[in-house]
């Protein structure tokens, strides 16, 4: 069983930076991919970025350049750091974690956080 708290989103204005942190409990962190999910109001739940096991980064294309993903083992923590932030980032971002090493759609996750609030101003 994993647990996974999310922490670090707000309000911000449109180019601004907000890093977001993903704290897991248990012992077997390190055996999972990793991904960051959103959503805004109305709209489905879209994936974000991913981190595997070993290392392997995957981001949609909209974020390519501006969101970074990485993940520190020894705290059980991921993180996202994004910047050049823009109005239609603001949604509510998830934490996930899967057994399958690779990135994919939510239903390949097992685990879930509650989720934290990202606002971009204009």
């Known amino acids: 069983q994993v647990q996974l708290v999310e922490s670090g989103g707000g309000l911000v204005q449109a180019g601004g930076s907000l890093r977001l942190s993903c704290t897991a409990s248990?012992?077997?962190?390190?055996?999972?991919?990793l991904g960051w999910f959103r959503q805004a109001p109305g709209k489905e739940r879209e994936f974000v970025a991913a981190i595997g096991w070993n290392g392997n980064t995957y981001y949609v294309d909209s974020v390519k350049g501006r969101f970074t993903i990485s993940r520190d083992n020894a705290k059980n923590t991921m993180y996202l750091q994004m910047t050049s932030l823009k109005p239609e980032d603001t949604a509510v971002y998830y934490c996930a974690a899967s057994s399958y090493d690779g990135y994919g759609p939510p239903t390949l996750y097992d685990y879930w956080g509650q989720g934290t609030q990202v606002t971009v101003s204009s």
């Open positions: 248990g012992r077997t962190f390190s055996r999972y991919a």
